[in-house]
T-cell receptor, first 112, second 118 residues
Framework: LAKTTQPISMDSYEGQEVNITCSHN???????ITWYQQFPSQGPRFIIQ???TKVTNEVASLFIPADRKSSTLSLPRVSLSDTAVYYC?????????????FGQGTELSVKP | DVKVTQSSRYLVKRTGEKVFLECVQD?????MFWYRQDPGLGLRLIYF???????EKGDIPEGYSVSREKKERFSLILESASTNQTSMYLC?????????????????FGEGSRLTVL
């Protein structure tokens, strides 16, 4: 199973762009990269998923280099409400076999 | 929107009690999962199910069992609660490849059940 490494915590200010990088050196050919967001006392919420290059939705962008050994979640113009823990996961598309592993995540703190 | 509902947000039980945590999803998903979340350990998979009456052990099944009698409901059972089972329990559901079509492979989580065992 591909293990991921991401910073334990990050600080930012409102209006800034935040980039959270995740390393996954032993990603498998059929693995996807998925990011989740978790607020206190709530379950994680899906943000974005990709396989290669760049994926963008209304919430975030996901940048994946050609070697796929890392990925970067980009949050444009963060607000206080983006304060949360962000998890990077690598694994099968539908979590078949429960193979997705949630690590400790990155605790993002957005300040006024 | 998909809704995953966990029956209790907060529970306090005593050591040795039998505990039932219920989870219901309203989107007819085949896959359902039970995780526990503890500080510094992330989310760890306890059990999962990919069909009615089917179950598979996750990474930490000891001390737990599950039941899936209907597609929409997945129950986690602590046969004899212990203090080291004090935790946040999270239920999730997802489509299976057979169901998914153009959808992403995302997990939909409930709000969690915080269990304290005294």
């Amino acid at each position: 199973l591909a293990k991921t490494t991401q910073p334990i915590s990050m600080d930012s200010y409102e209006g800034q762009e935040v980039n959270i990088t995740c390393s996954h050196n032993n990603i498998a050919t059929n693995d996807y990269i998925t990011w989740y967001q978790q607020f206190p006392s709530q379950g994680p919420r899906f943000i974005i998923q990709g396989y290669k290059t760049k994926v963008t939705n209304e919430v975030a962008s996901l940048f994946i280099p050609a070697d796929r050994k890392s990925s970067t979640l980009s949050l444009p113009r963060v607000s206080l409400s983006d304060t949360a823990v962000y998890y990077c996961l690598v694994g099968p598309f539908y979590n078949q076999g429960g193979k997705l592993i949630f690590g400790q995540g990155t605790e993002l703190s957005v300040k006024p | 929107d998909v809704k995953v509902t966990q029956s209790s947000r907060y529970l306090v039980k005593r050591t040795g009690e039998k505990v039932f945590l219920e989870c219901v999803q309203d989107m007819d998903h085949e896959n359902m999962f039970w995780y526990r979340q503890d500080p510094g350990l992330g989310l760890r998979l306890i059990y999962f199910s990919y069909d009615v009456k089917m179950k598979e052990k996750g990474d930490i099944p000891e001390g737990y069992s599950v039941s899936r009698e209907k597609k929409e409901r997945f129950s986690l059972i602590l046969e004899s609660a212990s203090t080291n089972q004090t935790s946040m329990y999270l239920c999730a559901s997802s489509l299976s490849p057979r169901e998914a079509g153009d959808h992403t492979g995302e997990l939909f989580f409930g709000e969690g059940s915080r269990l304290t065992v005294l």
